[in-house]
């Protein structure tokens, strides 16, 4: 298990209703699994349609279950943005 920072954007704050938030995981999967379970509803929703980048990585199409988080670390969940 690692520990690290879970930060938030846009629709995705507003559903946490926080900016950040600490994680205790060894993958993005459980991570995401623990976010779903503190913030069931619209989080749960708004991660369905989110991108996310591990360390300034981007996730891509990877299953979650594979990527593995490090200690210190960062997650940015980032929701669909209009415009463009």
Known sequence: MATGTIRYWAA?????????????????????????SRHPGELAR???????????????????????LAEGGTVEVLPPFAGG
């Open 46 to 68: 708004v991660l369905t349609r989110c991108s996310f980048l591990v360390d300034g990585n981007p996730v891509g199409r990877r299953g979650h279950e594979t990527v593995r």
């Open 12 to 36: 995705a704050k507003a559903a946490a209703g926080t900016a950040e938030e600490a994680y205790d995981a060894g993958t993005l999967a459980e991570a995401l699994a623990a976010v779903r």
